[in-house]
C-alpha cells in the first residue's frame, strides 16, 4: 500500500518468458501443470497456470522495487506445480553489470529435486531501472497528461506545473506553488523540463515531499504500471487521488475539497458524496489561473481551456478503447452500484463508455403519473436536483454573485428563445454524478423541437460549485418540448470536464412522454437543465426547500418533482 514507509533505489522490471525441459509430474500424460513464483524482498508475484506441458510459455510481466538494502539482494524463480509444490528454483543476483545495462535475456538452469544431466531452465528477462530513470519517467508521463499545443516542446509551463500538484498534493496553496515553481526555474526563463524537475527532486530528500504526498507515492505508481495500465490511469484514479488528498490535508480541508454534501430524498439523511477528479483538477485550474493573473502572474485563459480539452479528448478516447473495460468492475465495486438494475450484466459491455452510459431494465425506474400525468413533471435523470422557483425572486443568487436571466445559458445565437423565458422563469438542475447511468429523459410530455449545438469549454461539473454560471462556458445542447399545459419547455444539455461527447437520441418532431429518453452522455460529469416559463410550474416543496438551504436533492429518474400551474 501507498501508507509503507521505506527508501527505494531501483524498479526491477521482470518479464518471465518461458520455461524448458520441466521435470513430469502426471506419468500418464508426460506433462505437469505448473506456473512461476517470483520472490524478491520478501515480496512475491505469480504468473499464470499453463497446463499439461514440459515447456510452458508465459510472456508475462511483473515489477518490484528494490529497497536501499536489496540493491545487491537475489531475485528467485520457483516453478511450482498445480499442487503447489516446488519442481524447481532458479537465482539471479542484482549485480552492478544489471543496473547499467538495458533489457538482459536470461536463461536460469533450475535447481531440481532430482539431480539430471539437462536440468529444466527458466527463460526470463530483466531490466534495473535507477530511481533518476524511474522518477523521468514519471514525470514525464504526469506532464504529458496536461501537454497542449501552448506547451514549450517538451517543458513545463507554470499553469501545467499547477496541474501536475494538483495531482500530486492537492492540498499544496497557489502561492507555495508559484515560489516552488520559480525555484526549480533557476535560469527564469519561465519554463522548466522534466531534467530540471527530477534534478531538484534528487537533490535533497526533503523536496519530493514539497510535491508529493508521500516518499513511496512514486514508487507504488511506477510499480503498478503496466500494458493496460498507464501513469494516467493510477494517477487519476480515485484510490490514488484520495491517497494524495487524505495524505497531506487536514479533514476539514478533504472535506471542503473533495466531497459535496446532498440530501436523501426518502429519508432525509445528509451524505458526503466524492466530487470527481475531474471537477477537483478543472477547479483548481480556474482558481490558479485567477489567483496568478491577480498577482501580477498572466496565465491566459485559453491556457485552462487548452488542458481542460486534452483531459476530455484524451479520456474519451481511452474510454472508448476495449482496454478500458476492466476498470468497470472496480468502479462497480468502489460505487456500491446496483448491478441487478441493469439490462446487460457487467462483463457484457465491450468497453468502459459503453457501461457509463448503461440501459436500466423495464419498471428499475416508476414513472410518476395517474390521471393527470400530462400536467407532471418528473425528474430528467438519476441526479443531485436543484430547484429554483422565478417567484421567489427574479434573480437567482450564486456564490453571493447575481445571475440575469437564462440568455447566457442558451448561447448568443438562441437569442429569441430565450426571450420566452424573462426574469421570473423556473429551473430544474440535475446534476449527474459518476456512479449514475448517463441517460437522460424527457421530464414532460410534448413534441420535441429543434437539438441546437452551443460551443464552449470543458470546465467542472456547475452544481458540484454551486456555480450556475459555469454552465454557460460548457458546450452544451439546447433543445425544447412544446407541451399543452407547461408551455415551451427549454432542454439544457450540459457537458463538463471528460465528458467527450452528448449523444441525443430522438428526432425533431417526435412524440415524447415523460420518461422517454432523450439522449445520453460519455464519460465524466454531467448536467441536466430544464427552463419552465414564469408561472407555468410548481415545484414539490421538499425540494423547494432543500434548495433553498442550498443543498441538492438526491433524486432518481422518474419521480415526481413538480406539477403544471393552472392559468
Known amino acids: ?61 511483473c515489477k518490484m522495487l528494490v529497497p536501499t538494502d536489496e540493491q545487491s539482494g537475489t531475485v528467485a524463480f520457483q516453478v511450482m506445480t498445480f499442487e503447489d509444490d516446488l519442481l524447481g528454483e532458479a537465482e539471479l543476483k542484482l549485480t552492478g553489470e544489471l543496473w547499467s545495462q538495458p533489457v538482459q535475456g536470461k536463461v536460469l538452469p533450475l535447481k531440481e529435486k532430482l539431480e539430471r544431466k539437462h536440468p529444466g531452465r527458466v527463460l526470463v528477462q530483466i531490466r534495473l531501472k535507477s530511481k533518476a530513470e524511474t522518477l523521468s519517467e514519471f514525470l514525464t508521463e504526469l506532464a504529458n497528461i496536461f501537454n497542449t499545443d501552448f506547451a ?12 501536475i500538484v494538483a495531482c500530486t498534493k492537492p492540498s499544496l496553496p497557489h502561492q507555495a506553488i508559484v515560489a516552488l515553481f520559480e525555484e526549480i526555474d533557476e535560469n527564469k526563463d519561465s519554463v522548466i523540463s522534466v531534467k530540471e524537475l527530477r534534478d531538484w527532486v534528487l537533490k535533497d530528500k526533503s523536496n519530493e515531499m514539497k510535491i508529493l504526498p508521500s516518499r513511496e507515492y512514486i514508487w507504488r ?38 466531497t459535496v454534501q446532498v440530501k436523501q430524498r426518502h429519508n432525509d439523511h445528509v451524505i458526503e458524496e466524492r466530487v ?14 485567477s489567483y496568478c493573473n491577480a498577482h501580477d502572474k498572466v496565465v ?38 446496483d448491478v441487478s438494475e441493469m439490462i446487460q450484466d457487467v462483463s457484457a459491455f465491450r468497453n468502459f463508455n459503453e457501461f457509463f452510459h448503461r440501459k436500466l431494465k423495464a419498471g428499475a425506474r416508476p414513472i410518476a403519473g395517474g390521471a393527470e400525468s400530462m400536467q407532471v413533471v418528473v425528474c430528467p435523470a438519476d441526479c443531485r436536483l436543484t430547484v429554483l422557483r422565478g417567484g421567489v ?43 449514475d447511468s448517463h441517460r437522460f429523459y424527457s421530464p414532460v410530455s410534448g413534441v420535441l423541437g429543434s437539438v441546437l449545438n452551443v460551443d464552449g469549454s470543458y470546465h467542472s461539473d456547475c452544481i458540484t460549485e454551486r456555480d450556475l454560471r459555469a454552465c454557460t462556458e460548457n458546450k452544451r445542447v439546447v433543445t425544447w418540448i412544446s407541451t399543452p399545459h407547461f408551455g415551451r419547455v427549454c432542454i439544457v444539455i450540459v457537458g463538463a470536464t471528460m465528458v467527450g461527447s452528448v449523444r441525443v437520441t430522438r428526432q425533431p418532431g417526435t412524440h415524447l412522454q415523460r420518461g422517454d429518453e432523450l439522449g445520453y452522455f460519455s464519460f465524466g460529469g ?7 416559463e414564469p408561472g407555468r410550474v410548481s415545484f414539490d416543496e421538499d425540494l423547494c426547500q ?12 422518474g419521480e415526481h418533482i413538480g406539477r403544471a400551474t393552472p392559468l
Not at 509503507?4 to 520441466?22: H, P
Not at 470527481?276 to 489561473?289: D, E, G, R, S, V
Not at 491566459?300 to 476530455?312: G, H, N, P, Y
Request: charge should be neutral; hydrophobic fraction near 40%.
Open 526 to 532: 454531467s448536467t441536466v437543465i430544464a427552463i419552465f
Open 276 to 289: 470527481p477528479i475531474a471537477a477537483i483538477i478543472a477547479t483548481h485550474l480556474k482558481q490558479f489561473a
Open 393 to 435: 425572486t427574479n434573480l437567482i443568487w450564486v456564490k453571493g454573485d447575481r445571475f440575469d436571466g437564462v440568455g447566457a445559458l442558451l448561447g448568443s445565437g438562441n437569442a429569441e428563445l430565450a426571450k420566452q423565458y424573462p426574469s421570473g422563469s423556473s429551473i430544474v438542475v440535475a446534476r449527474l454524478a459518476a456512479p
Open 1 to 61: 500500500t501507498m501508507g509503507e514507509t521505506s527508501d527505494y533505489t531501483g524498479l526491477l522490471c521482470i518479464t518471465v518468458n518461458a520455461a524448458e525441459n520441466l521435470l513430469p509430474t502426471d506419468m500418464q500424460t508426460g506433462t505437469s501443470d505448473t506456473f512461476v513464483k517470483v520472490v524478491f524482498g520478501g515480496k512475491e508475484w505469480c504468473s499464470s497456470m499453463i497446463m499439461k506441458t514440459l515447456t510452458p510459455v508465459w510472456n508475462q510481466q
Open 300 to 337: 491566459d485563459a485559453k491556457q485552462v481551456e487548452a488542458i481542460l480539452s486534452q483531459l476530455t479528448v484524451s479520456q474519451g478516447k481511452w474510454y472508448d478503447n476495449p482496454k478500458s473495460k476492466k476498470q468497470i468492475r472496480p468502479f462497480v465495486l468502489y460505487h456500491r452500484i
Open 152 to 163: 514549450c516542446g517538451s517543458d513545463i509551463q507554470l499553469l501545467q506545473f499547477s496541474s
Open 221 to 258: 505508481v511506477m510499480e503498478s504500471v503496466s500494458e493496460k495500465r498507464s501513469v494516467r490511469d493510477i494517477v487519476l484514479s480515485e484510490h490514488t487521488f484520495m491517497h494524495a488528498l487524505i495524505g497531506q490535508s487536514t479533514s476539514e480541508h478533504l472535506t471542503a475539497a473533495a
Open 546 to 557: 432543500n434548495s433553498a438551504q442550498p443543498i441538492e436533492t438526491l433524486v432518481r429518474m
